[in-house]
């Protein structure tokens, strides 16, 4: 059975560096084909990809918050990891982290894990 | 950024009834190896997405067949052929094939 937790500070200042975790079981990010990816959703909006990173430590970002993010793993310890710098108010949401197949199916979600960004 | 528009953006049915989605591309989905990148999501209230519908027309695993994909190029279409009351809740299409992207969301609720 394959499933997701994301885990994250919760409330943060505008400015600081967001740094989420997703620690998953039932797979292994060193299996080929096995991907994992962010996404996340403003309370009441849509969804908005962020990152992948894969199996062989290959990664794609959200062309508009690429500066702003850095997709790591663990792959030992089954876990990825997701960091955006400078954070404001816009980036307040849900993040999901979801288990991903090549061809790029995002099959298991996490619960999501909720981010403040508040002063 | 390839914008991908949902119509319509909430949809009232009655249990039974067969609905359509339509999502359009602002660019072509098919990559240069023949494959179309795009998926279907469903947000049920309060829970987080889950796959229905991957490359176009191949329904994920433990999805019922009522649900089914179609479309080519930049027009692509979910049909629900007998709603149930477990099918309410927001549709997603999403394409992967250029920088990934999702569509506005499609409410399905009880009429």
């Known amino acids: 059975q394959v499933t997701l937790k994301e885990s994250g500070p919760g409330i943060l200042q505008p400015s600081q560096t967001l740094s989420l975790t997703c620690s998953f079981s039932?797979?292994?990010?060193?299996?080929?084909?096995?991907?994992v990816s962010w996404i996340r959703q403003p309370s009441g909006k849509g969804l908005e990809w962020l990152a992948t990173?894969?199996?062989?430590?290959?990664?794609g970002y959200n062309p508009s918050l690429k500066n702003r993010l850095t997709i790591s793993k663990d792959t030992s310890n089954n876990q990825a990891f997701l960091k955006i710098t400078s954070v404001d108010t816009a980036d307040t949401a849900i993040y999901y982290c979801?288990?991903?197949?090549?061809?790029?199916?995002?099959?298991?979600w996490g619960q999501g894990a909720s981010v403040t960004v508040s002063s | 950024d390839v914008v991908l528009t949902q119509t319509p953006s909430t949809l009232s049915a009655t249990i039974g009834q067969s609905v359509s989605i339509s999502c359009r591309s602002s660019?072509?989905?098919?990559?240069?190896?023949?494959?179309?990148?795009l998926y279907w999501y469903l947000q049920r209230p309060g829970q987080s997405p889950q796959l229905l519908i991957y490359?176009?027309?191949n329904l994920g695993s433990g999805v019922p067949n009522r649900f089914s994909g179609s479309g080519s190029g930049t027009d692509f279409t979910l049909k629900i052929s007998g709603v149930e009351a477990e099918d309410l809740g927001v549709y997603y299409c999403?394409?992967?094939?250029?920088?990934?992207?999702f569509g506005g969301g499609t409410k399905l609720e009880l009429k």
């Open positions: 660019q072509s989905l098919l990559d240069s190896a023949g494959n179309t990148y």
């Open positions: 039932g797979f292994s990010l060193s299996t080929s084909g096995i991907c």
């Open positions: 999403m394409q992967a094939t250029h920088a990934w992207t």
């Open positions: 979801a288990q991903t197949h090549i061809p790029y199916v995002m099959d298991a």
């Open positions: 490359l176009v027309s």
């Open positions: 990173i894969c199996w062989e430590d290959s990664k």
